[in-house]
């Protein structure tokens, strides 16, 4: 990591160029700031100086781990003549999307309107209005593979604001209205009772099984994505559902998980999830690593291993939480954002491996067990005779163990691969969510503490004067938090006071909630906008409920609404996700798939889910253990080591562990069953 910090300086006897970027904190950024092409971050001056000039502008958006985007630069943003015109005839402006992806998604939406399909780097031409009139995603530099040249390209755009510039102007503002989304207005606030709530979810049961791959598990074709909600609801609904139904749904979600960390999109020797598969059976993955997906995929797992109490999901989510104690971790707590799928030029390099190098490091003999544990032979399943790792055999044996570490260690020696080291506070929210909910259900004090320290950070450093800032690096936050921040940072803030029973962790979850209502909300749809419309340069304000590669923040928003009242019993907390979910509701009805991460928690305001308290540190284990019984009912526990019967706070008041024994104290909204301190014998 060090040599790709360091890479700007370690290279300035060879620069040539600097451009407006070298100010910036982003990785992403910084990797273009010596390109001949003058870019611009986004901001005034660049959007001032198109206007008085009459320039249209380029805007190239991406992000540090972007595999194409390295392309991009090293054969057009490096070139001289695509410079040249670049620097004459447009103001160029890159952005980087995991900043900005408000930005990333209003103009990804016109690249989709405009070529069918999207994807990064992406590249879209604007009016010194900012609106869209042409755009696609990586261009070479010269025509090939049916794609223009990039540098053709430029050159008709250039014709054509010099000639056409009225149709230009005509079109950017058809495309740009076409753009708008509009939703119906809010409905009577109503969801179905229980038992016709379960008749819909069977009824969605069938969108999964539809489409779901029963020889290699997951949804579709290649490539594949993760999907973690649509799991999660699999999950939530088989813990409702009749018997068959059940099944089906656990088994699906089950055989999918079991084979994509079986897969070489899983890290066999350091733990951690590569973004996608490029094929259909998770073998061979898109090499980079990003935080969001370490953050979705802990929580399916670590319900995997609830429902079925098999070691192997809890493996899973061993490794994952320690590679990113291990590996992803700023000094102050916090959690990086991504580590690139190539190292020297070539992706998966770090990754791969052939016979001959595991024999090298494990011997002749180890090497061969090795090759076949990880699916390794002379052929390779990747580039160059090399094999992405998978699981062939049981890797928990003694000597699997003992492998794994030697290739680990030998590895760790590799050039690795870039890691893009800024701070995004949604992305910590997810990973802070997620280590507090495996630290409390697998007793594990070390991930409880790391969330901790990483919420602290955000704390301190991304929270000035009572305003939360999207991104930080070097010491300087920046860029507004968008909804996303506030949503998986408030359910954040509040998973861990679950698992430390620390009434501050929940004041703070409250009052992202009163931020939220205050600055996204719409009462006319009751679906929240992804900002808070302060920025005059974004020209659409944009909602977006359903789940893409993260789950949807106005869903995180509705579940940290429903936590806070099921934690506080206050109405208006209810109220608010009752209209939320009910406005979802009617959209999801007949497209439940882009919907799970909705779905899942909408159902707690059907059936409350019950609350359990444990109050007392000794026999604590023995109540979590409990709770993990496959067969058990989905709760929503609190565990308050020392308790606080003094507190005026209606979960903690009066109560007290019973012997000095951890006691439990579980409640369905008002209702609450006698304490007992006896978990050998309690049952659901």
């Given at each position: 990591m060090l040599t790709f910090l360091l890479f700007p300086l370690l290279q300035t006897d060879a620069v040539t160029h600097t451009n407006h970027l070298a100010n910036e904190t982003s990785p992403y950024l910084l990797q273009h700031a010596h390109n001949p092409v003058d870019w611009y971050p986004w901001g005034k001056e660049a959007l001032e100086r198109a206007k008085k000039e009459n320039l249209p502008i380029f805007l190239s958006i991406g992000y540090s781990a972007c595999h194409w985007c390295h392309v991009m630069e090293r054969e057009s943003f490096e070139n001289e003549d695509i410079a040249e015109i670049l620097n004459t005839s447009f103001i160029s402006i890159k952005v980087d999307r995991e900043e900005r992806p408000d930005l990333d998604d209003l103009y990804m939406a016109a690249v989709q309107k405009m070529t069918g399909s999207g994807g990064w780097p992406m590249s879209v031409f604007l009016t010194p209005e900012l609106k869209p009139f042409y755009g696609g995603t990586y261009f070479p530099p010269t025509a090939k593979w049916g794609k223009p040249g990039f540098i053709d390209l430029l050159q008709g755009i250039t014709d054509a604001w010099l000639n056409r510039e009225d149709e230009i102007l005509a079109s950017a503002d058809g495309l740009s209205q076409s753009l708008i989304l509009s939703f119906p207005p809010a409905p009577e606030v109503h969801l179905p009772p229980k038992e016709q709530w379960k008749e819909l979810e069977a009824s969605w049961l069938n969108a999964f099984s539809q489409t779901f791959d029963a020889t290699w598990g997951g949804f579709g074709g290649a490539p594949k994505f993760p999907h973690a909600e649509d799991l999660r609801w699999l999950f939530a609904m088989?813990?409702?559902?009749?018997?068959?139904?059940?099944?089906?749904?656990?088994?699906?979600?089950?055989?999918?998980?079991?084979?994509?960390?079986?897969?070489?999109?899983?890290?066999?020797?350091?733990?951690?999830?590569?973004?996608?598969?490029?094929?259909?059976?998770?073998?061979?993955?898109?090499?980079?690593?990003?935080?969001?997906?370490?953050?979705?995929?802990?929580?399916?797992?670590?319900?995997?291993?609830?429902?079925?109490?098999?070691?192997?999901?809890?493996?899973?989510?061993?490794?994952?939480?320690?590679?990113?104690?291990?590996?992803?971790?700023?000094?102050?707590?916090?959690?990086?954002?991504?580590?690139?799928?190539?190292?020297?030029?070539?992706?998966?390099?770090?990754?791969?491996?052939?016979?001959?190098e595991l024999k090298e490091v494990l011997g002749k003999a180890d090497g061969k067990k090795a090759a076949i544990l990880f699916g390794v032979t002379e052929k390779g399943n990747f580039e160059h005779g090399t094999s992405a790792l998978t699981r062939a055999g049981n890797l928990f044996t003694t000597d699997a163990i003992q492998m794994r570490q030697k290739l680990y260690n030998a590895r760790s020696k590799r050039v690795p691969p870039a890691t893009d080291d800024k701070i995004l506070t949604a992305w910590n929210g997810l990973a802070i969510d997620a280590l507090a909910q495996a630290g409390m259900q697998l007793g594990r004090k070390d991930y409880v503490q790391a969330s901790e320290q990483a919420a602290e950070f955000l704390l301190y450093n991304l929270r000035k004067d009572k305003q939360w800032f999207r991104s930080w690096r070097n010491g300087k936050a920046q860029h507004a938090a968008l909804l996303e921040d506030y949503a998986y940072l408030g359910r954040a803030f509040a998973s861990l006071f679950q698992a430390t029973g620390k009434e501050e962790w929940l004041k703070e979850a409250e009052a992202i909630g009163v931020i939220i209502l205050r600055d996204f909300q719409d009462s006319g749809t009751a679906?929240?906008?992804?900002?808070?419309?302060?920025?005059?340069?974004?020209?659409?304000?944009?909602?977006?409920?359903?789940?893409?590669?993260?789950?949807?923040?106005?869903?995180?928003?509705?579940?940290?609404?429903?936590?806070?009242?099921?934690?506080?019993?206050?109405?208006?907390?209810?109220?608010?996700?009752?209209?939320?979910?009910?406005?979802?509701?009617?959209?999801?009805?007949?497209?439940?798939?882009?919907?799970?991460?909705?779905?899942?928690?909408?159902?707690?305001?059907?059936?409350?889910?019950?609350?359990?308290?444990?109050?007392g540190e000794e026999g604590a284990d023995a109540w979590r253990e409990a709770f993990a019984k496959p067969g058990t009912p989905f709760l929503l526990p609190v565990f308050s080591p020392k308790g606080k019967p003094d507190s005026d706070f209606g979960l903690f008041h009066s109560r007290a562990a019973l012997n000095g024994k951890a006691t439990l104290y579980l409640c369905h909204g008002k209702t609450c069953e006698a304490p007992t301190s006896h978990p050998e014998v309690w049952h659901r």
């Open positions: 088989a813990e409702r559902a009749d018997v068959g139904a059940a099944k089906k749904a656990r088994d699906m979600a089950l055989h999918t998980l079991r084979k994509m960390a079986s897969g070489g999109m899983y890290d066999q020797i350091g733990g951690g999830f590569a973004r996608y598969s490029v094929d259909a059976q998770w073998l061979i993955p898109h090499f980079e690593k990003m935080l969001y997906d370490q953050g979705t995929l802990l929580p399916t797992y670590l319900e995997a291993w609830r429902q079925t109490n098999d070691d192997f999901f809890r493996h899973v989510v061993e490794e994952t939480s320690d590679y990113l104690l291990r590996e992803m971790r700023d000094l102050g707590g916090a959690f990086f954002s991504s580590t690139d799928a190539d190292s020297e030029g070539e992706e998966g390099k770090f990754f791969a491996w052939t016979p001959e679906i929240f906008w992804d900002t808070d419309g302060k920025d005059a340069t974004v020209i659409q304000r944009r909602k977006s409920p359903w789940d893409g590669a993260i789950p949807s923040a106005n869903a995180a928003t509705l579940e940290l609404f429903s936590k806070l009242f099921a934690f506080t019993q206050k109405d208006s907390w209810k109220e608010e996700a009752m209209n939320g979910f009910s406005a979802i509701l009617q959209m999801a009805r007949n497209n439940p798939r882009s919907f799970t991460s909705t779905l899942r928690p909408m159902a707690w305001m059907v059936q409350e889910p019950g609350v359990a308290v444990v109050i």
